[in-house]
């Protein structure tokens, strides 16, 4: 069982920006990503950035968030730049896409708030 544990988030102006990490608990070499879910939308998780074989931005956060992963310290992060008040979200590290697309480990989550 893998488990991830996200940090990183918190409150920041519009403009500015946060780091992200996600740390496994066991080496992983699987593709991982990042979800988002915004306030009061609660079936509307998206998935924002995935590094595997390729890395695949949404276009949302394309040319302001950067996905990378350090595999020695079993490590994914989102370098945020340019936020914008609609990237209030909590965001999810996940782990590990299987056949149906899904991914099999997920986070806990962490808030990022970005105030206009």
């Known amino acids: 069982q893998v488990q991830l544990v996200e940090s990183g988030g918190g409150s920041v102006q519009a403009g500015g920006s946060l780091k992200l990490s996600c740390t496994a608990s066991i080496h992983i070499s699987c593709k991982m990503g990042w979800y988002r879910q915004a306030p009061g939308k609660a079936s509307d998780l998206v998935l924002i950035a995935s590094i595997g074989d390729t890395t695949v931005y949404a276009e949302s956060v394309k040319g302001r968030f950067t996905i990378s992963r350090d595999n020695a310290k079993n490590t994914l992060y989102l370098q945020m730049t340019s936020l914008k008040a609609e990237d209030t979200a909590v965001y999810y590290c996940?782990?590990?896409?299987?056949?149906?697309?899904?991914?099999?480990?997920w986070g806990q989550g962490t808030q990022v708030t970005v105030s206009s």
């Open positions: 996940v782990a590990c896409e299987n056949r149906r697309g899904a991914f099999d480990y």
